[in-house]
Nanobody, 131 residues
């Protein structure tokens, strides 16, 4: 059974940094898209970043986090890491790691990730940014 486990969330002040992680068990993500989504209370789930775990490792970032968030992966550990810098109060949300079990690069339509493309989800980790 494939499992994704997020960690690294917490509370920081605006301008601070956090490094989340997404560890995969039960499956080796070699040529899949892994995305990071976030959901704040009362808001829709938003895709903020994604990385293709295959050759080339292409990445996608939403405009709201571009230049501040960076994705990296450690294939040996089967773990992905979003480094989040210059955090803002509006980044406060539950952050979820999600994987597309289909082989292939990430699908971005109209500049957005679709949660429906991702069938495997972690339990989420809370990020709170205070002003």
């Amino acid at each position: 059974q494939v499992q994704l486990v997020e960690s690294g969330g917490g509370s920081v002040q605006a301008g601070g940094s956090l490094r989340l992680s997404c560890a995969t068990s039960g499956y080796t993500l070699r040529s899949n898209c892994v995305g990071w989504f976030r959901q704040a209370p009362g808001k829709e789930r938003e895709g903020v970043a994604a990385i293709y775990t295959g050759y080339g490792g292409s990445t996608y970032y939403a405009d709201s986090v571009k230049g501040r968030f960076t994705l990296s992966k450690d294939n040996a550990k089967n773990t992905l890491y979003p480094q989040m810098n210059s955090l803002k109060p509006e980044d406060t949300a539950m952050y979820y790691c999600a994987a597309d079990s289909r082989f292939g690069d990430c699908t971005v339509v109209a500049g957005r990730l679709s949660p429906e493309d991702f069938g495997i989800w972690g339990q989420g980790t809370q990020v709170t940014v205070s002003s």
